[in-house]
């Protein structure tokens, strides 16, 4: 038994987590009433966030494009010296600085793989 005292307030549902909680409900093994008691939910709220699925109405908010600042910073660059036997080349691994709003520093080496940058960036937004 639940005692509420005070004013009840709604849950907010991230879309994420309401297609997680219908994909688990659609699962071949689940058991829909089961799914609902587990998250707290009533099977009505579930049916209509399962039905709003269905229909594409419930989806992943797009992904939005954003552009920020930019600034580069000098910091060593190859140090390259001849001599007469030949050219001897000295490099240093080359990093790029990532601040974020926030203050977020993330330092990361020049040839990282695009999908690797991209997990760690979705990491530090939370």
Do not use: H, N
């Not at 609902?36 to 229909?55: C, E, F, M, N, V």
């Not at 580069?72 to 490099?91: F, H």
């Not at 990093?95 to 520093?105: L, N």
């Amino acid at each position: 038994m639940e005692l509420v005292s005070g004013m009840e307030r709604r849950r907010q549902w991230r879309v994420e987590d309401k297609l997680r909680i219908v994909a688990e409900a659609e699962a071949p093994e689940a058991v829909f009433a089961q799914v609902a008691r587990r998250y707290d939910l009533s099977r009505g709220l579930l049916w209509i966030w399962r039905q709003q699925a269905r229909r594409g109405e419930l989806r992943p908010p797009e992904l939005v494009t954003e552009f920020v600042p930019v600034s580069v910073i000098p910091e060593l660059q190859s140090v390259i010296s001849s001599e007469r036997s030949g050219v001897c080349t000295t490099s240093v691994p080359q990093t790029a600085e990532i601040v974020s709003p926030d203050g977020t520093r993330l330092r990361v080496d020049t040839e990282i793989s695009p999908p690797t940058l991209r997990r760690l960036l979705e990491v530090l937004r939370g």
